[in-house]
C-alpha cells in the first residue's frame, strides 16, 4: 500500500497539519503502531515535490510543523486513479509452509506434525482476534475480519494438505 | 446390561476432576459396517464453550448425539454430575435432556404449524409450565436476542438469521447446564453467524451455560475457549498435540 497515497487521501477532507494527518490516521488506522511523526513529512516532502500538494500557509515559527498542507488539482487526479485501480490480488505462490512439508518429507520426518503445530497456532491467533473483536469498535472489528478470513484460508489448505500428505508423500520422494 | 463391556473403560470414583461438568471416556459408535467413533473423550467444565472441529465424517454430530444422550454408544462411558448417562434408564435420560441439556442444530428445527413464541416456550411447556407463564419467559428470551418481533410469526415467514435466534431462544429457555450446538450457523452468511455466535458467547458468560459447539468452520471454532479435534472417530486435543 502506498503510504503516500493515504496522505494524500486525508487531505482531500481540507488542508491540515502534519500534526493533524498523524491524528486522523492513528484514528482510523494505527491500530497496532501509530505513525512517526517523521513518516508524515518525508510523505508530505514527496508529495510537494511531485506537486500533488501544495503549502497553503504557514504559521510564525518557521518548521515543517508550522505549514499548513493542501491537496492540489493534480493531487485529486491521482488519488482518483490510485483509489479506482484494483490491488493486485497477492498470488501467494511462495509458501513457507510448503517448503517445510515438502522438507520434512524429503528427509523422512513427520511432515504431519509440521502440518498439525501450524494448526494449533493459527486457531490461537484465531481465538485471540476473536475476543479481541469483541471489544472494539466497528473499524477494529472489520479489521480482525480481515486477519480472520485470511487465517482461516490458511487453515483450509493446511487441512487439505494433511489429507493428501500421503500422496504427496509418494510424489517427492519417488 | 451394562453399556461398558468388558475390555472398555468404566467409570471410576474420583477418575473425573473435580468440577467437570460432562466427561466422556473411550467412546465408540458404529452403524452398521460404519465406525462413526471408534474411542472418542471428552471433558466440560461448567460455563466453558468447547469447540469439536473436524472434517465432515469424521464423527463430531456423532459425538454430540452421544453426550447430549441421544444415541447411546456402543462402548465407553459419559458422565453428567457424576451420573452415568449410558446406565439409565431411557426414561431418565430424557428427563435430564428436557431439564438440563439444550440443543441447536444447523436449521430447520423448529415446529413449522406453531409461532416463534410457541416454538420458544414449547420446551417449558413440555416440562410442565402454565401457557402464560411459559409464553411470557419465551417473549423475555426473544427480546434479549433481538427477536422478538418474530413472536407471532411462523418460522416459515422469517429469515435464516431470524429463525436461527428463535432457535437458540428455544434452546436456552429452559436455562441448561449444557447446550449442544450442531454446525449452528452452517446455514446462515457471515454477518447472520457472527450474531449467533456472538449471542452464544454472551449467554456463555453471562450465565453458567456450557457449550459443546460442533463446526468444521476455524472462524466459528474461534469464539470458543478452547477445540478438540475428531478424526477418524478419535478425539485428538489439539492443545496437547501441539504442546510438545
Ligand atoms: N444414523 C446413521 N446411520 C448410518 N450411518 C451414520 C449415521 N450417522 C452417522 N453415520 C455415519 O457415521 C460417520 C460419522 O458421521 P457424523 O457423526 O455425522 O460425522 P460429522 O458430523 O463429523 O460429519 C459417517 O460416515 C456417517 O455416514
Ligand atoms: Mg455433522
Given amino acids: ?174 | 446390561m451394562s453399556a461398558a463391556g468388558a475390555a472398555a473403560p468404566s467409570p471410576a470414583a474420583g477418575e473425573s476432576p473435580g468440577g467437570t461438568l460432562l466427561a466422556a471416556r473411550g467412546l465408540a459408535k458404529s452403524f452398521g459396517p460404519t465406525t462413526a467413533l471408534h474411542s472418542a473423550s471428552f471433558d466440560i467444565d461448567p460455563g466453558e464453550m468447547v469447540a469439536v472441529m473436524g472434517a465432515s465424517g469424521s464423527g463430531k454430530s456423532t459425538l454430540l448425539h452421544c453426550l447430549g444422550g441421544i444415541v447411546r454408544p456402543d462402548r465407553g462411558f459419559i458422565l453428567y454430575q457424576g451420573r452415568d448417562l449410558c446406565a439409565m434408564p431411557e426414561s431418565a435420560r430424557s428427563g435430564l435432556r428436557r431439564s438440563d441439556f439444550g440443543f441447536l442444530f444447523q436449521s430447520g428445527g423448529l415446529v413449522p404449524e406453531l409461532t416463534c413464541l410457541e416454538n420458544t416456550a414449547l420446551p417449558l411447556r413440555l416440562n410442565g409450565v402454565g401457557r402464560r407463564s411459559a409464553e411470557a419467559r419465551a417473549l423475555e428470551r426473544l427480546e434479549s436476542l433481538g427477536v422478538a418481533g418474530t413472536a407471532r410469526q411462523r418460522p416459515g415467514e422469517v429469515s435464516g438469521g431470524e429463525g436461527q435466534r428463535v432457535s437458540l431462544a428455544r434452546a436456552l429457555i429452559t436455562e441448561p447446564a449444557i447446550l449442544f450446538a450442531d454446525e449452528p450457523t452452517g446455514a446462515l452468511d457471515s454477518l447472520n453467524e457472527e450474531r449467533v455466535m456472538r449471542l452464544l458467547v454472551d449467554v456463555v458468560q453471562r450465565g453458567s451455560t456450557a457449550v459443546v459447539l460442533v463446526t468444521h468452520e476455524a472462524r466459528v471454532a474461534a469464539y470458543a475457549d478452547r477445540e478438540i479435534t475428531v478424526r477418524d472417530g478419535m478425539t485428538r486435543d489439539l492443545a496437547a498435540g501441539a504442546a510438545g
Fill in chain 1, 1 to 174: 500500500m502506498s503510504f503516500a497515497h493515504t496522505v494524500l487521501g486525508l487531505l482531500e477532507n481540507g488542508p491540515a497539519h502534519g500534526y493533524d494527518i498523524k491524528r486522523v490516521y492513528d484514528e482510523h488506522f494505527g491500530l497496532d503502531r501509530p505513525l512517526h511523526y517523521g513518516q508524515v513529512y518525508a510523505a508530505l516532502a514527496r508529495l510537494l515535490k511531485k506537486g500533488l500538494i501544495e503549502v497553503a500557509g504557514t504559521e510564525a515559527g518557521g518548521g515543517p510543523e508550522r505549514k499548513r498542507y493542501a491537496i492540489t488539482d493534480a493531487g485529486v487526479t491521482d488519488l482518483n486513479s490510485w483509489l479506482s485501480t484494483p490491488e493486485a490480488p497477492q498470488q501467494y505462490l511462495q509458501s513457507t509452509l510448503y517448503t517445510k512439508v515438502v522438507l520434512a518429507l524429503l528427509a523422512g520426518r513427520p511432515a504431519a506434525d509440521v502440518l498439525e503445530v501450524q494448526r494449533g497456532a493459527h486457531l490461537k491467533t484465531m481465538r485471540e482476534l476473536t475476543r479481541r473483536k469483541a471489544g472494539g469498535d466497528l473499524a477494529e472489528q472489520l479489521i480482525c475480519d480481515h486477519a480472520l478470513f485470511h487465517l482461516e484460508a490458511d487453515l483450509r489448505w493446511l487441512e487439505l494438505t494433511a489429507a493428501r500428505l500421503d500422496e504427496l508423500a509418494e510424489k517427492v520422494t519417488t
